[in-house]
């Protein structure tokens, strides 16, 4: 099975940085997505990593060691749009390669 | 941009009935899937679908549980006697390739009572 840890939540102010952990103890790893969840709403996809290093897309980027068992994702100039869950999922190397979700961190951007 | 479709968006129903949620996802996907979010705790996996067959269920998806790909363009996710416990968004999701993140639908919001 897989075991996600990240924490619960996190407050940041309107134009900065923020990094949300993740770690993770997996029994088959396939790839770690990072999904953006607003209240009510459907999880979006952020990012997807499979090999260890960082992945930049715009505003977000997203980085894994696989060795540690850890990623984050990073969060530039924050806007107050940002506040929302964000979800760390790992996905299984079956060949459908269902996803374990972490319990997602919720992010509060404040002026 | 292509989405997954769900109806209805939200369902109410008496313990013990059946209900059908429908999904349409993305037309050239080949993986689909059904998630459930119980209010408040974290999104968990319910079952898989690939090549007209359940790649891999979750210990939550029992017998009252189905899958079917009736047509080249639904995905239905058949409860057959609701409990008060299956109270809980439903997500379908979609992707082209197993190791591309999910496109989720919109959710359909099953409050049994």
């Known amino acids: 099975g897989q075991n996600i840890d990240q924490p619960t939540e996190m407050t940041a102010t309107e134009g900065a940085i923020v990094q949300i952990n993740c770690t993770y103890q997996t029994s088959g790893f396939n790839g770690l997505f990072w999904y953006q969840q607003h209240a009510g709403e459907a999880p979006t996809f952020l990012s997807y990593?499979?090999?260890?290093g960082l992945e930049e897309k715009g505003r977000f980027s997203s980085f894994l060691s696989r060795s540690k068992g850890y990623s984050y994702l990073l969060l530039k100039e924050l806007q107050m749009k940002d506040s929302a869950s964000y979800l760390c999922?790992?996905?299984?190397?079956?060949?459908?390669?269902?996803?374990?979700f972490g319990d997602g961190t919720t992010l509060t951007v404040k002026p | 941009e292509p989405e997954v479709t769900q109806t209805p968006s939200h369902q109410v129903t008496q313990m013990g009935q059946e209900v059908i949620l429908r999904c349409v996802p993305i037309s050239n996907h080949l993986y689909f899937y059904w998630y459930r979010q119980i209010l408040g705790q974290k999104v968990e996996f319910l079952v898989s679908?690939?090549?007209?067959?359940?790649?891999?269920k979750s210990e939550i998806f029992d017998d009252q549980f189905s899958v079917e790909r009736p047509d080249g363009s639904n995905f239905t996710l058949k409860i057959r006697s609701t409990k008060l416990e299956d109270s809980a968004m439903y997500f379908c999701?979609?992707?082209?390739?197993?190791?591309?993140?999910?496109?989720f639908g919109s959710g359909t919001r099953l409050t049994v009572v």
């Open positions: 999701a979609s992707n082209q390739q197993g190791s591309k993140g999910y496109t």
């Open positions: 679908f690939y090549n007209n067959e359940i790649s891999e």
């Open positions: 999922a790992v996905r299984d190397n079956t060949n459908a390669g269902k996803s374990t």
């Open positions: 990593n499979v090999l260890d």
